[in-house]
C-alpha cells in the first residue's frame, strides 16, 4: 500500500469525528452514529484506492451506508479491505462519556477478517506479552505469566474489563487473585488498545466484545506491536453456520494477529470524538474553528504519527448540519 494513504485515511475519521462531535451529551446515539456514517461515506470518494467494506455498519439490507461489501474509493488505486467503526462507543457520546473513536483499519484485499457481528472472547496486550500468555490458559495462569514478564507483583497488575453482566464470573476471579480492575463502560477497540500504550496504565485487557471491533484493534496492535487473541462464541447454531459461511472453517478456534488482520501491511487511523486514554475529543474553539487529536499508524514501518488538526468548519461542506 502507499505511504501516502496513511494521511488519506486519517482525514476521512477526522469528518466523521467532527460530524459526530456535536451530538455529545444529548442522548442521541442514532443521530451521532448517522452523522457519523454519513461524513465517513462522503469522505471516502476522495481517497485514492477501490476499497470493499468487510466490517461495517451491517448487512446490505440492513444499514444504508457502509455495509459489509460495498465499494468506497475513487476507484483509483489499490485494491483494498476496509474495516471501519464511524463512531465506536455511540453510547459514550450520546451520554457525553469518555473514549469514543472514529475509526478505520485498511489493508491489503483478502487480508483483513471477514468478522460475523457477534461475540468475541479477547486477550490483548502490550508489546511486552507478545508471545507470551494463552487465550487458552486460566486467568490466574495468565496474570502470573504476566507480573513474572513484567517484573510485578500480580496484585499490582491493572486489567480492564467491559462493564457488563456477562462478565461477573471472570471479575469474580479478577478481585480473587487481587489485580486492580478498571472498568469501561464501552469503547471495546479503545480497550483493547489501551495495554499498547504505557500511560494508559493498563497491562492486559479481557473479556468479550464484538467480532468486529476486534479486528480492529487486533489491526491497531500490529502497528503498536502488541497482541491480540480472539475467539468466536457463537450464541447458537445460527451464528456457528454464520461463521461457516464467511469463511471461519473453525468458529472454536483461538484466532491469532496473522488470522485477523494478515501477514502484509496494515494502516490503521484513529479520531477522538470524546477525550479517552490516548487521545482527546473534539474541541472546539472560537471563530468557527475545531481541533482534533489524531493517530494513524503503519504496520509495515511501526511509524505512529499523532496529528493535531485545526479546521476551519465553514469550509467542511461535507458535514451534515
Known amino acids: 500500500m502507499e505511504r501516502e494513504l496513511a494521511l488519506e485515511i486519517v482525514r476521512v475519521t477526522e469528518l466523521a469525528a467532527l460530524a459526530s462531535a456535536p451530538w455529545m451529551g444529548r442522548g442521541d446515539k442514532n443521530s451521532a452514529d448517522g452523522a457519523a456514517t454519513s461524513a465517513m461515506r462522503a469522505m471516502f470518494d476522495s481517497v485514492s484506492i477501490r476499497g470493499t467494506v468487510v466490517i461495517g455498519e451491517g448487512e446490505m439490507d440492513e444499514a444504508p451506508m457502509l455495509y ?40 491489503g484485499k483478502g487480508n483483513l477478517l471477514h468478522a460475523p457481528d457477534m461475540y468475541m472472547e479477547k486477550l490483548a496486550v502490550g508489546p511486552a506479552l507478545v508471545g507470551i500468555l ?129 501477514t502484509e501491511d496494515v494502516i490503521f487511523a484513529a479520531t477522538g470524538v470524546t477525550p479517552g486514554e490516548f487521545l482527546e475529543g473534539v474541541r472546539y474553539l472560537p471563530d468557527q474553528r475545531a481541533e482534533t487529536h489524531s493517530i494513524v499508524m503503519r504496520a509495515k514501518t511501526k511509524t505512529i504519527r499523532n496529528i493535531r488538526t485545526l479546521h476551519y468548519l465553514p469550509n467542511k461542506p461535507l458535514l451534515k448540519k
Open 68 to 107: 459489509i461489501g460495498e465499494q468506497v474509493g475513487s476507484m483509483n488505486g489499490p485494491e483494498v479491505d476496509i474495516a471501519v467503526d464511524p463512531l465506536e462507543g455511540t453510547d459514550i457520546v450520546a451520554k457525553g462519556l469518555n473514549n469514543a473513536l472514529s475509526v478505520i483499519a485498511v489493508a
Open 134 to 262: 494463552s487465550l487458552d490458559d486460566p486467568m490466574e495462569i495468565t496474570l502470573t505469566k504476566a507480573a513474572e514478564v513484567l517484573n510485578k507483583q500480580v496484585c499490582d497488575l491493572t486489567v480492564m474489563i467491559l462493564d457488563r453482566e456477562r462478565h461477573e464470573s471472570l471479575v469474580k476471579t479478577l478481585r480473587k487473585v487481587g489485580v486492580r480492575i478498571k472498568f469501561l463502560s464501552d469503547g471495546d477497540v479503545a480497550g483493547a488498545m489501551a495495554p499498547a500504550f504505557p500511560e494508559a496504565g493498563i497491562d492486559l485487557y479481557v473479556g468479550s466484545g464484538g467480532a468486529p471491533e476486534g479486528v480492529l484493534a487486533a489491526a491497531a496492535l500490529k502497528c503498536l506491536g502488541g497482541e491480540l487473541q480472539g475467539r468466536l462464541m457463537p450464541a447458537d447454531s445460527s451464528e456457528y453456520d454464520r461463521c461457516i459461511e464467511m469463511g471461519i472453517e473453525d468458529p472454536n478456534k483461538i484466532l491469532t494477529m496473522d488470522d485477523m488482520v494478515g
